[in-house]
């Protein structure tokens, strides 16, 4: 087996991780609260029965799967598990171009089995009430709006990974932690504006598991996911680049 | 500096380096020399060996308890 391919479905492990923990945990979120009533049109289930506490536990959910991924794949794939982030480090010429096809073709198919394993493992309600934790604009915020959350999220993750794992000068083996905490407040703020992907494989995953087992069919807002993180990704790398330069 | 190992027997011999990892004196019979391997990377970059290593020397003692 190749060192590339090796990597890739190292890629593989880490994405589908993120996505059975994460987007399960949303969609376990609505499944919990599926009959609650909802005090307002914004809310959609996520925060009837806890408030801002719904979006924390989800959060913490990625927190950990976030962490638990880079610490275990880390070294051997760089542990990407977005997109986002790989096209941002090719984009500062951190990545090889001929790796950054195989990587986001892993991201994306770890992505899927994470939803279809999560659909397996929770039942078909998952899929009709949770909606394998899709993301989609929340009622009463537009296509552009939700894309600018996304933007200034996916800002912030990798502001956060140029500065604490890029940079040579950050301290060591903290990286895990405060890249999963990071991700985790991020969605405490804007989950209920955008879903809070920062993430085109996050998003693909239950949506292709939605698509194909028979639930909602949310492809019109796939670019708000995968414009809004790559824009964010590589102004985040640049930008701190620039800031950094000596 | 001598042989510890050796004066432990006895003998009188020269040391010619130092464990680097219980400190003391050795000879060449007492001593193991070994190549370390060297990782570059972490996350998050893919981590790969380098092909260069670099040498270290322990008693027989401390290799022994490390090769447990």
């Known amino acids: 087996m190749t060192d590339l391919v090796r990597r890739s479905l190292a890629e593989l492990v880490g994405t589908f991780i993120l996505v059975f923990f994460g987007p399960g945990a949303a969609a376990i979120t609505l499944m919990i609260a599926s009959g609650a009533s909802k005090p307002n049109e914004f809310n959609i289930g996520i925060g009837a029965l806890g408030g801002l506490g719904d979006w924390l536990a989800i959060g913490l959910a990625f927190a950990f799967a976030i962490t638990a991924s880079i610490y275990a794949v880390g070294k051997i794939s760089g542990c990407h598990i977005n997109p986002a982030v790989t096209i941002a480090l090719w984009a500062t010429k951190r990545f090889p171009t001929n790796e950054v096809l195989p990587y986001i073709l892993a991201q994306l198919v770890g992505a899927a089995l994470g939803s279809f394993a999560f659909a397996a493992a929770a039942g078909m309600d998952a899929v009709t009430i949770g909606g394998l934790g899709a993301t989609a604009p929340f ?7 939700a894309m600018l959350a996304e933007i200034i999220g996916t800002f912030l993750l990798m502001f956060v990974i140029m500065g604490i794992a890029v940079d040579s000068r950050a301290p060591q083996q903290f990286a895990g932690l405060i890249i999963g905490l990071t991700v985790g407040g991020i969605i405490i703020t804007i989950g209920n504006i955008s879903g809070s992907s920062l993430n085109p494989a996050r998003t693909f995953g239950p949506y292709l598991g939605d698509f194909l087992l028979g639930g909602i069919n949310l492809w019109n807002f796939f670019p708000i996911y995968v414009i809004g993180p790559i824009v964010g990704a ?6 701190y680049d620039y800031l ?3 | ?3 510890y190992l050796c004066k ?6 020269d040391a010619v380096a130092i464990c680097i990892v219980c400190g003391m004196g050795i000879c060449m019979e007492h001593l193991v020399r070994e190549e370390t391997e060297l990782w570059k990377g972490d996350y998050p970059f893919p981590a790969k ?3 260069r290593t670099i040498p270290r020397i322990v008693c027989v003692i401390c290799h022994e308890a490390m090769e447990e």
């Open chain 1, 139 to 145: 009622p009463g915020i537009s296509y552009g709006q």
């Open chain 1, 234 to 239: 590589v102004l985040a790398a640049f930008l």
């Open chain 1, 244 to 246: 950094a330069k000596e």
């Open chain 2, 1 to 3: 500096m001598k042989c």
């Open chain 2, 8 to 13: 432990e027997q006895g003998k009188d011999t």
């Open chain 2, 49 to 51: 060996k380098l092909k």
